[in-house]
């Protein structure tokens, strides 16, 4: 019996597992921080 290696299968799966990585990755990364000044938005909305 010989045994055969079903690479689109494995293709497929390997797909699967590199975007639930990236999808962890993604929800795991972490906005950069700016300081916001409101005031200014307010004073650039109001003219």
Partial sequence: MA?????RKLRRKRQGQNTRVLKIKQLNAKPVIKNVDVEEIKKSFSN
């Fill in 3 to 7: 045994v055969t290696t079903l690479k």
